[in-house]
């Protein structure tokens, strides 16, 4: 398993220990495994870049979950391009050659861009948006579509929505701080749709598609298809953190107009750290973004289990113990 020490990885690998599964995480050699050290899991230190590596961390191997991935919309292309998509080839060339009987990509419903404007399903086409990250996934994905149909390569790609809960620095953090301090503003109407799901959900949804015969060389969106709009969500964060909901409210094309301004400053100054506004957030957070779970539900049994209020409750919980949260509109997909 590839990414364990991420907040995706962390408990994916609570699942599969919990299975009484033979874990092995392949991390990076700065990467903190914490109390996962404690587990008798059999922690491997490489950068997935190293072919020599990765070949021998997968020798033994039956599957690989691949959750690695350089994420959030800011960075130089070149990064993204060669962790998102060429280490990911690197990988699965060492699967085959190691027989690896099932290799779980972790990819994102941002494929489908970021704002799909209705309802989608797993074969809506992909399309790239003006940020390194969503490039790099789209590559990505065509990437394995070629090696899945020319090379029968044993790959199931999965397509998580925004995932939130405990730990989620990169989205529930930032919301949760911008509603406490009365920063925050609905982005649009605040009717529309959330593509969002907890993350031991997602979790699940990876385990489950490593473990179906029926999903090879498949792709499934995993999401809570409970009809949760922009206004619920944040007046739930609201509501837990004793907070006063978004009293105010932005046109959506203008906060993407505003965020695409930002971007362009910030490349202009050569700044290293993002901009506080960005049109990756402000599309999940005001777009109308619905996703079917149909294939997952049928070929893999997958049903998500934490609603949002529970869902909410729990990552409120986490927030308020945490001391520092970084500021700025951000999401997670």
């Keep these: 398993m590839t990414g364990a020490a991420g907040f995706l990885g962390r408990p994916l690998t609570e699942l599969l220990l919990a299975r009484d599964e033979q874990v092995r995480m392949l991390v990076r050699p700065e990467d903190r495994v914490g109390s996962l050290s404690a587990t008798g899991a059999d922690v491997r230190r490489a950068d997935i870049n190293d072919h020599a590596a990765v070949a021998t961390a997968l020798r033994g191997v039956d599957q690989v979950l691949h959750c690695a991935a350089r994420t959030g919309p800011w960075g130089p292309a070149a990064a993204y391009e060669q962790t998102n998509v060429r280490a990911l080839e690197n990988l699965v060339r060492a699967a085959q050659t190691a027989g690896v009987s099932r290799l779980v990509h972790v990819s994102s419903v941002t494929v ?35 090696m899945i149909s020319e090379e029968g390569a044993p790959v199931t790609i999965v397509r998580p929505g925004w995932i939130y809960g405990p730990g989620d620095t990169a989205s529930f953090a930032r919301l949760a701080r911008q509603v406490e301090t009365g920063r925050m503003m609905t982005v649009g109407s605040g009717e529309n749709h959330l593509p969002l799901i907890y993350v031991r959900d997602a979790a699940q949804g990876v385990l489950l598609a490593g473990l179906a015969a029926a999903a090879a060389g498949k792709r499934y969106l995993l999401v809570n298809d409970e009809p949760v709009t922009q206004r619920a969500f944040l007046t739930a964060i609201a509501a837990e953190l004793g907070a006063r909901p978004p009293r105010y409210r932005i046109p959506y094309r203008l906060a993407l107009g505003l965020g695409a301004t930002a971007e362009g400053l910030w490349r202009l100054t050569g700044r290293a750290e993002p901009p506080p506004l960005m049109r990756y957030g402000l599309q999940l957070l005001g777009g109308e973004n619905r996703f079917s779970i149909g294939r997952a539900r049928r070929d893999l049994g997958f049903e998500p289990q934490v609603g949002m209020a529970e869902g909410i409750r729990l990552s409120a919980e986490w927030y308020r113990a945490r001391p520092d949260v970084p500021d700025g509109v951000g999401a997670r997909a």
């Design 112 to 146: 489908h861009g970021n704002d799909v404007g209705g309802a989608a399903d797993e074969d809506a086409p992909l399309r790239s948006e003006p940020n390194p990250y969503s490039r790099s996934k789209v590559a990505a994905e065509q990437l394995l579509a070629r």
